[in-house]
DNA sequence: CTTTTTTAGTTAGGCTCCTAATTATAAGCC
DNA sequence: GGCTTATAATTAGGAGCCTAACTAAAAAAG
């Protein structure tokens, strides 16, 4: 999700030579990118103690049978649906999760060209260990922030990613650009 | 930057069976980094579309010389330190730069284990070039908040971001958890 | 039925990043 | 001077991501 983490002092510097530049939202827009580089590279440390990375992590996750019987998903085409990565990358990660033994793959009776990939007691195990740890990681990551701080927070947030969908739509530059006019 | 994209759904809900969770918490840090993963994404198209990645956008911003005389930085060593990259991902990117005709590696008369990165002309038009787009789309971005919301935002993202610091310090878990009591 | 199209998963090759080991040069110490 | 240590950059090998091409099986069309 968040990786790279380029320094922006720069950036901001050279944005400054830009006459039709909005400083306000440049800055707006630094601090988010920062804010959740600093906040994914504490998660991502814990993730790498632990054995894992991001897709991993989302594998297993997406495994889980949460009480109600089943997971979010079992094939190898739900859980890249799911986890927002191509198939073929997510054959990737199940062969390493497989060679580790995290999960195992189960050809489907009904239709031979399906699997069922299920987590192992291992698998299991690594997961369920490992998750209060995160609950509680991203829970000191937000305790500065009071109640209502969170509750604007994410509604400011959420501002932001509806025009970056909108923005994501509307591919060329242009028209994204002059949606405020 | 970001990368990834897990979709946090189902994470979201795994979350719930966590009793020691901070629901409000969860909630504030999952939109922080789906909000970043989405702009980011908006950006990272953007660049994609000039030829460009995150890694080498951001060793041409550190060679623009901004009117100073001198660039930000001019070997790769500081390139790396202000990429926030080693200097080994640095060497490989340099080398496709060079390849690609962006850059230029000359060596230093003094020191003969250093060099001088330079933008070629044809460096130096692509990222001004592509610069006024990149900061047209960052203000879209922004847009739907007012001086206001930005001035918040900046204020409760710097709150993370101050955490976030602290905990990547204290490395191990247990302390970094322990911060509020 | 046979042929075409669709779908599931994998393979192949490329990019960017990483860590660890290596080469070449410079600097400090006896 | 000669030896050790530190520094600049690179190389080697691996992980995770991508797109595009491929294989196998199922479904649809004739």
Redesign the pocket.
């Known amino acids: 999700m968040l990786?790279?983490l380029p320094r922006y002092e720069c950036l901001l510097e050279a944005a400054k030579q830009f006459p039709d530049l909005d400083p306000s939202a440049s800055e707006a827009y630094l601090h988010l990118l920062r804010t959740s580089d600093e906040a994914f590279n504490v998660l991502t440390t814990h993730l790498h103690q632990a054995g894992l990375?991001?897709?991993?992590f989302t594998v297993l996750m997406l495994l889980i049978d949460k009480g109600t019987g089943t997971p979010c998903a079992s094939?190898?085409?739900e859980l890249a649906d799911k986890a927002g990565?191509?198939?073929?990358?997510m054959?990737?990660?199940?062969d390493?999760l497989e060679r580790d033994g995290m999960v195992s793959?189960d050809s489907d009776r009904d239709?031979?060209?399906?699997?069922s990939v299920k987590l192992t007691p291992k698998g299991e195990a690594l997961i369920h260990g490992y998750l209060p740890g995160h609950f509680k990681l991203t829970a000191s990551l937000v305790q500065p922030l009071t109640e209502n701080e969170r509750k604007t927070l994410v509604r400011l947030l959420g501002k932001i990613m509806q025009q970056a969908a909108i923005m994501a739509d509307t591919n060329p530059i242009a028209p994204a650009v002059l949606s405020e006019s």
């Open positions: 990786k790279d990375s991001q897709g991993r094939t190898p085409a990565v191509t198939r073929a990358t054959t990737g990660l199940i390493t793959r239709d031979r060209r399906m699997l």
